[in-house]
């Protein structure tokens, strides 16, 4: 009868410390929970103001007249006298391009009026420049009224043509400093967050990097811009 009375007492000890136990386990895990779903979610920005190296510079005219011969040999004679010009800056014969000229024939549209067309054709043409000697071709482009007192009327952003374009192309270069840059902002952000919220801050859990964007601030000077990314990282919090 003593016998059996000690085991029961045994069996009754070992459930009491196996609830204690499992009890602890189930706090502690409970706790480790709430630990794991306590995070912060912060941005680290990162800019940088550069200089456009690429440069798109379109010289388009337009000439109009009935005898379409003569309007060829104008525009020889235009297409000869703004490439003596370009180089007249420096800017390299590799660089400069003649496009296709476009013709339209007034009298071939049937929906126009006859008797209201002055000049049958109509031609327009562009000689283009695309460089990487960017402020070479920014000196040229100040010049550009010379073209004017020849009687060359170039636009950039007539006739349907496109305008000029200021490229930053070196983007690859200041990726890695710029990513590492928003980290760290970002990191000092959430550090800023744990230490009000009498917390300390983890590991990351998860981290988003945002595009690149380069956009130019001041549309008066188009060759500056700006490259901006975003990093999105959430920090787990742990007391």
Do not use: C
């Amino acid at each position: 009868m003593t016998m059996k009375r000690n085991e029961i007492i045994i069996a009754a000890m070992l459930i009491a410390a196996s609830i204690v136990i499992f009890g602890y386990l189930l706090k502690s895990a409970a706790a480790g929970l709430r630990e794991s779903q306590r995070s912060v979610t912060v941005r680290g920005l990162s800019e940088r103001d550069v200089e456009a190296d690429k440069v798109i510079w379109p010289l388009t005219y337009r000439i109009v007249g009935n005898d379409l011969p003569a309007l060829y040999n104008t525009m020889e004679q235009y297409n000869t006298a703004i490439v003596d010009f370009l180089m007249k800056y420096e800017i390299s014969k590799e660089d400069i391009s003649a496009a296709i000229p476009t013709v339209t024939d007034l009298r071939a549209d049937q929906w126009r009026s006859q008797s209201d067309i002055i000049h049958r054709y109509n031609i327009t043409s562009a000689i283009t420049v695309s460089s990487s000697d960017v402020e070479r071709v920014r000196k040229a482009m100040d010049a550009a009224s010379e073209l004017f007192r020849k009687g060359i009327a170039v636009s950039s952003s007539e006739y349907g043509t496109s305008q000029i374009q200021f490229l930053f192309t070196s983007l690859n270069d200041v990726k890695p400093e710029m990513i590492e840059e928003a980290t760290r902002n970002a990191r000092q952000a959430a550090e800023k967050f744990a230490g009000d919220s009498g917390s300390k801050l983890g590991k990351i859990k998860s981290a988003t990097q945002g595009q690149f964007s380069i956009s130019i601030p001041d549309s008066n000077t188009p060759y500056k811009q700006q490259v901006r990314v975003v990093t999105t990282i959430e920090y787990s919090l742990k007391d």
